[in-house]
Every structure is written in C-alpha cells, then in structure tokens.
C-alpha cells in the first residue's frame, strides 16, 4: 500500500510559480507511474499530467502543457509538480494519484490517491 501527501499549495498571483510536493510512503514507490489531478469548485477530477515510474516519461494536458512540469525523486518517494505561468483558472485542489499499471491520465486508473493541496491564483 501506498500513503501519499501533498504539500506546497498556497496563495499566489498570476504569473507567479510554485512547487507541489507528493511525499509517498513504503518501499514500492518506484514501482508506481504517478499523476497528478485537480479539481476546482463545482467541477470534476480534472487530469493535469502524469510521469512513468522511472521519471522516463511524462504526459500533460493541453491546458498546462508547456507551463507545469512533472519530476520525480525515487531516492526520495517523492515526485514533484512545478507550476509556472500560473494563471487565475488553475485555482483547484491538487492531487497525487500512484498507479502500479501505467502512466494514464485516467483518475479510475488510479490505485491511491493523497489528500489534496489548495492552490488558488488571484487574478
């Protein structure tokens, strides 16, 4: 089983940046393609990219390709979403799903999911 827990959300302008951490728990991390989703008021689970387990491979959603990029620390289960460019309709609560199978940016794909971390961008 994996435990995961996101961190780094905040309040910022638009234009700014900020960092999201997904700290994971237990020795199988590496074995795990991991993604991340948001979801902002009144809408659905909304998927913002994802990275294969190895850190080889990453995909993205047209709506953040080019402005947020996805790394991961398997040394340090941790994987990391870099947001640049923020912009006011990136406001959600973003979350850090593993899946054993594959990089896929369905969340049903998705075996374990953390608690989620604010992030809003003020216009």
């Known amino acids: 089983q994996v435990q995961l827990v996101e961190s780094g959300g905040g309040l910022v302008r638009s234009g700014g940046s900020l960092r999201l951490s997904c700290a994971a728990s237990?020795?199988?991390?590496?074995?795990?393609?991991m993604g991340w989703f948001r979801q902002a008021p009144g809408k659905g689970r909304e998927f913002v990219g994802a990275i294969s387990w190895n850190g080889g491979s990453t995909t993205y959603a047209d709506s953040v390709k080019g402005r947020f990029t996805i790394s991961r620390d398997n040394a340090k289960n941790t994987v990391y979403l870099y947001m640049n460019s923020l912009k006011p309709e990136d406001t959600a609560v973003y979350y850090c799903a593993a899946n054993l199978l594959q990089m896929t940016g369905k969340a049903d794909d998705y075996d374990y999911w953390g608690q989620g971390t604010q992030v809003t961008v003020s216009s």
């Open positions: 237990g020795r199988t991390f590496s074995r795990y393609a």
